[in-house]
Protein backbone atom coordinates (compact mmCIF):
# COMPACT_ATOMS: atom_id res chain seq x y z
CA UNK A 1 0.00 0.00 0.00
CA UNK A 2 1.47 3.24 -1.30
CA UNK A 3 1.11 6.67 0.88
CA UNK A 4 -0.86 9.11 -0.54
CA UNK A 5 -0.53 11.52 -2.93
CA UNK A 6 -2.15 15.01 -3.40
CA UNK A 7 -4.23 13.20 -6.14
CA UNK A 8 -5.50 10.06 -4.20
CA UNK A 9 -6.14 12.88 -1.34
CA UNK A 10 -8.29 15.09 -3.76
CA UNK A 11 -10.33 11.91 -4.98
CA UNK A 12 -11.10 10.99 -0.94
CA UNK A 13 -14.62 12.06 0.19
CA UNK A 14 -15.89 12.56 3.51
CA UNK A 15 -17.71 9.78 3.35
CA UNK A 16 -14.68 7.53 1.80
CA UNK A 17 -12.43 8.82 4.64
CA UNK A 18 -14.91 7.22 7.04
CA UNK A 19 -15.06 4.17 4.96
CA UNK A 20 -11.24 3.85 4.62
CA UNK A 21 -10.92 3.90 8.85
CA UNK A 22 -13.97 1.03 9.32
CA UNK A 23 -12.11 -0.87 6.98
CA UNK A 24 -8.61 -0.19 8.75
CA UNK A 25 -10.53 -1.09 11.92
CA UNK A 26 -12.07 -4.14 10.86
CA UNK A 27 -8.88 -5.43 9.44
CA UNK A 28 -6.66 -4.21 13.18
CA UNK A 29 -9.75 -6.48 14.39
CA UNK A 30 -9.06 -9.76 12.08
CA UNK A 31 -5.29 -9.00 12.72
CA UNK A 32 -4.71 -9.25 8.97
CA UNK A 33 -2.98 -5.64 8.15
CA UNK A 34 -2.38 -4.39 5.06
CA UNK A 35 0.67 -5.19 3.22
CA UNK A 36 3.18 -1.71 3.08
CA UNK A 37 6.98 -0.95 3.90
CA UNK A 38 6.68 2.26 5.85
CA UNK A 39 10.33 2.95 4.90
CA UNK A 40 8.85 3.79 1.70
CA UNK A 41 6.56 5.50 2.29
CA UNK A 42 8.86 7.53 4.47
CA UNK A 43 10.88 8.13 1.61
CA UNK A 44 7.68 8.74 -0.42
CA UNK A 45 5.95 11.74 1.98
CA UNK A 46 9.55 13.08 2.63
CA UNK A 47 8.73 16.16 0.24
CA UNK A 48 4.96 16.54 1.86
CA UNK A 49 1.78 14.77 3.53
CA UNK A 50 -1.36 14.45 1.68
CA UNK A 51 -3.71 12.68 4.94
CA UNK A 52 -7.07 11.71 4.18
CA UNK A 53 -7.99 11.93 8.12
CA UNK A 54 -7.51 13.69 11.47
CA UNK A 55 -8.30 12.13 14.65
CA UNK A 56 -8.51 13.45 18.32
CA UNK A 57 -8.18 10.70 20.34
CA UNK A 58 -7.44 10.23 24.49
CA UNK A 59 -3.24 9.68 25.36
CA UNK A 60 -4.18 6.19 26.64
CA UNK A 61 -1.47 3.99 25.09
CA UNK A 62 -3.45 1.17 24.10
CA UNK A 63 -5.32 4.02 21.79
CA UNK A 64 -2.72 4.66 18.89
CA UNK A 65 -4.93 5.97 16.05
CA UNK A 66 -2.40 4.93 13.16
CA UNK A 67 -2.65 1.10 14.70
CA UNK A 68 -5.93 0.59 15.89
CA UNK A 69 -7.15 2.51 11.95
CA UNK A 70 -3.98 0.07 10.28
CA UNK A 71 -2.91 3.41 8.95
CA UNK A 72 0.46 4.02 7.69
CA UNK A 73 3.01 6.99 7.39
CA UNK A 74 1.34 10.18 5.86
CA UNK A 75 -2.08 8.71 6.41
CA UNK A 76 -3.34 10.44 9.23
CA UNK A 77 -3.06 13.16 11.88
CA UNK A 78 -3.51 12.32 15.49
CA UNK A 79 -4.03 14.84 18.28
CA UNK A 80 -3.78 12.82 21.64
CA UNK A 81 -4.75 14.72 24.86
CA UNK A 82 -6.07 13.21 28.19
CA UNK A 83 -9.75 12.85 27.76
CA UNK A 84 -9.88 13.61 24.15
CA UNK A 85 -11.08 16.92 25.20
CA UNK A 86 -10.50 20.08 22.67
CA UNK A 87 -8.77 23.63 23.93
CA UNK A 88 -7.50 26.60 21.59
CA UNK A 89 -4.12 24.99 21.06
CA UNK A 90 -5.50 21.43 19.92
CA UNK A 91 -8.45 23.42 17.78
CA UNK A 92 -5.65 25.40 16.01
CA UNK A 93 -3.43 21.83 14.67
CA UNK A 94 -6.64 20.28 13.73
CA UNK A 95 -8.22 23.53 11.62
CA UNK A 96 -3.85 23.49 10.18
CA UNK A 97 -4.77 19.22 9.52
CA UNK A 98 -8.24 19.95 7.86
CA UNK A 99 -7.90 23.66 6.13
CA UNK A 100 -4.54 23.88 4.84
CA UNK A 101 -3.40 19.82 4.84
CA UNK A 102 -6.65 18.76 3.26
CA UNK A 103 -8.22 15.98 5.80
CA UNK A 104 -11.85 15.08 4.64
CA UNK A 105 -12.86 13.94 8.45
CA UNK A 106 -12.43 14.77 11.75
CA UNK A 107 -12.87 11.86 14.33
CA UNK A 108 -13.47 12.53 17.96
CA UNK A 109 -12.01 9.41 19.40
CA UNK A 110 -13.35 7.93 23.02
CA UNK A 111 -12.39 5.31 24.50
CA UNK A 112 -14.27 2.53 27.08
CA UNK A 113 -12.67 2.41 30.69
CA UNK A 114 -10.73 5.74 29.93
CA UNK A 115 -8.60 6.87 32.98
CA UNK A 116 -9.14 10.35 32.53
CA UNK A 117 -12.93 10.46 32.95
CA UNK A 118 -12.37 7.88 36.03
CA UNK A 119 -10.89 10.72 37.22
CA UNK A 120 -13.37 13.18 36.33
CA UNK A 121 -16.11 10.87 37.94
CA UNK A 122 -14.08 10.81 40.96
CA UNK A 123 -13.32 14.82 41.18
CA UNK A 124 -9.73 13.83 41.17
CA UNK A 125 -6.99 16.36 42.06
CA UNK A 126 -3.54 16.46 40.83
CA UNK A 127 -1.58 19.98 39.69
CA UNK A 128 -2.45 20.90 36.44
CA UNK A 129 -4.69 17.83 35.17
CA UNK A 130 -7.39 19.07 38.01
CA UNK A 131 -7.69 21.87 35.20
CA UNK A 132 -8.12 19.00 32.16
CA UNK A 133 -10.54 17.06 34.16
CA UNK A 134 -12.64 20.08 34.62
CA UNK A 135 -13.29 20.30 30.36
CA UNK A 136 -15.21 16.55 31.32
CA UNK A 137 -17.41 17.30 34.22
CA UNK A 138 -19.64 18.77 32.26
CA UNK A 139 -20.26 15.13 30.68
CA UNK A 140 -20.53 13.53 34.32
CA UNK A 141 -23.19 16.05 35.38
CA UNK A 142 -24.80 15.26 32.12
CA UNK A 143 -25.03 11.31 32.26
CA UNK A 144 -28.28 11.90 34.99
CA UNK A 145 -28.09 8.03 35.70
CA UNK A 146 -27.43 6.44 37.94
CA UNK A 147 -28.95 9.20 40.28
CA UNK A 148 -27.43 7.09 43.46
CA UNK A 149 -24.59 9.14 44.11
CA UNK A 150 -22.31 6.03 45.66
CA UNK A 151 -22.59 4.75 41.98
CA UNK A 152 -21.51 7.95 39.98
CA UNK A 153 -17.56 6.96 40.12
CA UNK A 154 -14.83 5.33 38.33
CA UNK A 155 -15.51 1.93 40.28
CA UNK A 156 -19.01 1.74 37.90
CA UNK A 157 -17.61 0.75 34.64
CA UNK A 158 -21.05 1.08 32.63
CA UNK A 159 -21.37 4.54 34.44
CA UNK A 160 -17.68 6.00 33.49
CA UNK A 161 -18.46 4.51 29.55
CA UNK A 162 -21.88 6.73 29.86
CA UNK A 163 -20.03 9.54 30.63
CA UNK A 164 -17.16 9.31 27.69
CA UNK A 165 -20.12 8.55 25.31
CA UNK A 166 -21.22 11.88 26.44
CA UNK A 167 -17.92 13.40 26.75
CA UNK A 168 -17.45 12.73 22.89
CA UNK A 169 -20.74 14.47 22.41
CA UNK A 170 -19.69 17.61 24.20
CA UNK A 171 -16.38 17.85 22.61
CA UNK A 172 -17.91 17.44 18.76
CA UNK A 173 -20.22 20.74 20.07
CA UNK A 174 -17.28 22.23 21.50
CA UNK A 175 -15.22 22.22 18.47
CA UNK A 176 -18.14 23.43 16.52
CA UNK A 177 -18.51 26.24 18.92
CA UNK A 178 -15.25 26.86 19.28
CA UNK A 179 -14.28 26.66 15.29
CA UNK A 180 -15.68 28.95 12.83
CA UNK A 181 -13.43 27.74 10.69
CA UNK A 182 -13.93 24.07 11.13
CA UNK A 183 -17.85 24.60 11.36
CA UNK A 184 -17.84 26.10 8.33
CA UNK A 185 -16.52 23.03 6.61
CA UNK A 186 -18.45 20.74 7.99
CA UNK A 187 -21.38 23.12 6.89
CA UNK A 188 -20.47 23.30 3.52
CA UNK A 189 -19.28 19.90 2.67
CA UNK A 190 -15.52 20.01 2.85
CA UNK A 191 -15.12 17.84 6.09
CA UNK A 192 -17.38 15.68 8.49
CA UNK A 193 -17.15 16.00 12.35
CA UNK A 194 -18.00 12.04 13.85
CA UNK A 195 -17.62 11.18 17.17
CA UNK A 196 -16.19 7.03 17.78
CA UNK A 197 -15.80 4.71 20.59
CA UNK A 198 -12.85 2.31 20.78
CA UNK A 199 -13.63 -1.10 22.87
CA UNK A 200 -10.27 -1.27 24.70
CA UNK A 201 -11.02 -5.24 25.32
CA UNK A 202 -11.51 -6.26 21.61
CA UNK A 203 -10.23 -3.60 19.29
CA UNK A 204 -13.38 -2.53 17.84
CA UNK A 205 -14.76 1.03 17.16
CA UNK A 206 -17.80 2.04 17.13
CA UNK A 207 -19.06 5.38 15.06
CA UNK A 208 -21.83 7.58 16.09
Do not use: W
Request: hydrophobic share 40%.
Amino acid sequence: MKAHTKETQAEITPDIAIQLLKEGNNRFVKNSKADRDLLEQVSDTSGGQYPFATVLSCIDSRVSAELIFDQGVGDIFSARVAGNIVNEDLLGSIEFACKLAGTKVLVILGHTACGAVKGACDDAKLGNLTILLDKIKPAVDAVAEPSDASLRNSKNIDFVNEVAAKNIELTIENTRKMSPVLKEMEDSGDIKIVGAMYDISTGSVNFY
